[in-house]
């Protein structure tokens, strides 16, 4: 059984910065592509930080570039967002995704999420 699980999510003021992670079970980690993704309350969900499966090569968001990075360590089958300088805007739910296309099929795993708040 696949579980993405991520922790690190909490309450920060402007300006701070917060480390989300997630830990994945029950997959062949490295062979997956990681992204986060975040949705706030009346809002779509949005993509926010992709990687590669062997990390090589990342993408972001304009809304959160040079102030999120995305990282993954393939030992510990678990994906990092490290996010700076914080914006009220930021807040949301911060769920990551593993996705594998191999041939055919596509493999799409989805965690729970972890809330992020931004506020004085």
Request: net charge neutral; aromatic share 10%; proline share 2%.
């Amino acid at each position: 059984q696949v579980q993405l699980v991520e922790s690190g999510g909490g309450l920060v003021q402007p300006g701070g910065s917060l480390r989300l992670s997630c830990a994945a079970s029950g997959l062949t980690f490295r062979s997956y592509a990681m992204s986060w993704y975040r949705q706030a309350p009346g809002k779509e969900r949005e993509l926010v930080a992709s990687i590669t499966s062997a990390g090589g090569s990342t993408n972001y968001a304009d809304s959160v570039k040079g102030r999120f990075t995305i990282s993954r360590d393939n030992a510990k089958n678990t994906v990092y967002l490290q996010m700076n300088s914080l914006k009220p805007e930021d807040t949301a739910v911060y769920c990551c995704n593993a996705n594998l296309a191999a041939g055919w099929n596509e493999y799409d795993y989805w965690g729970q999420g972890t809330q992020v708040t931004v506020s004085s």
